[in-house]
């Protein structure tokens, strides 16, 4: 079969890809190889084409050109095999939370067929990895959102999956939750060997992974570890803060001869040593300034240097409003 | 945290699952899972026999009473309407509790279970057979619950009788569950509802002959109930019932369903009632294999 003779050792590899609807391209030829045990991040705005591509590679969709295969299959040829070798972690919910913590998982487990003399010692060992253990026998409806997603995670790699595709796991959690949903998925790596590929916007969660493809408009703009992104932003970024910010960058590129970056109420500079530069652009500039920042740059700086807008955090607002009103009208007697 | 915690790491990796097996599993699994939230949700089950109960003891009492006082021997055949009715409320349990419990399919759906089950390495045909028998299990129970008011509605069953209708109840649930699960395969949200019960569910059951015989109907109106899944299903119960509480087999003929001036046989009727399910069924089934 064509498909055990690729000559890589990709788990996830993409030559190509394509997705359209209509005449809009979701996805325009994308090219991806991910290494096995390796956490691959892919980055982009909404509507960038991310859960589009995850979704193809998890057999959710089918592509409209190119190929894709994970663990050495082709995703359209094989997807039962594909799926019986992938994890999955959703951006919206996908627990049954009138069932308990231990039911959803041994759903799972059955589900996927996970040896039954192993069952029980999985979905314990699981569970425990996720510090969920003590609320194993608790209705999901009693969970936090924290706890659901840990569980989801849980669930996502109990029948050994080769890679686990996470679709912006941490949405909408807080920062602290979010801290330890990234522990937990590096504990697993480190346990289990397994290749993590997740999507987020979150710029500060991209530094976590190993290499980063960042996306937009449907292809893949740039693509290298976390210090190769940022040293193509090359030097310090120094945020300049004012009320007017075209008066600023109108002076900054006459006076520095410079191209600085414009935001709604900020201009960004880009300069090698930041620390000599900070002086000068204080005394030349005349526009009222009410804050300068001096710092690294960081994968947002290389997000706006490449696409020209930062990346914005968008919650899955309505969706989640959507689903709180269901709930509310399931219970008040909208079902008999 | 310990790393040996998780007893077993990549090495155990399975290679593939055969999905025959696994959609064989996968359709158990969804049906245990609706049984389970059902004793769950007990609040639920009781609150569904309310509405069979106000028509059963509030329209059975007040129209036997009305009955009687307009020509004295009750209802047609001598029958008294409330025994009349009782096999048509049961009826009435099951079309609900079964449309309402193959539709949930769309709270499945909404609140993201549903996926779990669509990425699973399984044929997805398990999700419209797993929730078509998973809902008849649950409306059958229902229908069940109600058979222990037969001694209140004068009617004595036999264990033979208890025996038959079992049989008649799940049938009559499995194909009614069917077209809950066909119509919710569809559905993305619960918007068309109000209109499944207004259009679907609400004339179903008034065409059925739950409340009044089939014989003896205008021609427009005689043409609506043949065409009632749930006429097949309550005729066959009201003939095991009346049957079993002593109603003459020539009263019997009169009260039940005609094709052209002939009375249906049982047999028939309910494998009207089977094939309808199953087509369905297989609808429900194909839409969800087709579906991203």
Known sequence: MTQNSVETEAVVETRGLVKTYGKVEAVRGIDLAVRPGEVFGFLGPNGAGKSTTISILCTLLRPTGGQALVAGIDVTRDPGSVRSRIGLVFQDPSLDDQLTARENLEFHAFLYDVPRADRRARIDGVLEMVELHERAGSQVRTFSGGMKRRLEIARGILHYPQVLFLDEPTLGLDPQTRNRIWAYLHDLRKREGITLFMTTHYMDEAEFCDRIAIIDHGSIIALGTPDELKAMVGGDVITVATREVAAATDQIRRIFELEPVADRDSVRIEVPEGATFVPRLMRELTVPVSAVTLSRPSLDDVFLKLTGKAIRDEGAGEMDQMRNMMSMWSRSGGRR | ?292
């Open chain 2, 1 to 292: 945290m310990s790393v040996e915690s998780i007893p077993v790491a990549s090495s155990r990796r399975r290679q593939s699952v055969d999905i025959r097996w696994a959609t064989v599993r996968a359709i158990y699994m969804i049906w245990r899972r609706d049984l389970v939230r059902f004793w769950r949700d007990r609040t639920r089950v009781i609150g569904a026999l309310v509405q069979p109960l106000l028509f059963l003891v509030i329209l059975g009492t007040g129209l036997s009473s009305a009955l009687r006082g307009a020509g004295g021997g009750g209802f047609r055949g001598g029958i008294d309407y409330t025994t009349f009715i009782y096999p048509g409320i049961i009826g009435m349990a099951v079309l609900f509790s079964s449309i309402f419990s193959g539709m949930s399919i769309i709270w499945d759906r909404e609140f993201g279970f549903l996926k779990e089950v669509l990425v699973a390495p399984i044929d997805r045909s398990a999700v419209a057979i797993g929730k078509t028998l998973g809902g008849a299990t649950q409306a059958c129970i229902q229908g069940l619950i109600l058979l222990v008011l037969a001694p209140f509605v004068g009617v004595k069953l036999t264990p033979l009788a208890v025996l038959a209708l079992i049989g008649l109840i799940f049938c009559l649930a499995f194909s009614l569950s069917a077209v809950g699960v066909a119509i919710a395969a569809r559905m993305r949200s619960m918007m068309g509802f109000q209109f499944v019960l207004n259009f679907l569910v609400q004339p179903a059951f008034f065409l059925s002959g739950a409340l009044f015989p089939l014989s003896g109907l205008p021609a427009w109106m005689t043409a609506l109930t043949r065409l009632d899944p749930l006429a097949y299903g309550v005729d066959p119960i009201r003939r095991v019932v009346l049957g079993a509480s002593g109603v003459p087999g020539p009263v019997l003929d009169q009260l039940s369903m005609t094709f052209g001036g002939h009375v249906v046989p049982v047999a028939l009727e309910v494998a009207i009632l089977l094939a309808f399910g199953l087509v369905l069924m297989l609808v429900a089934l194909l839409n969800f294999r087709h579906q991203d």
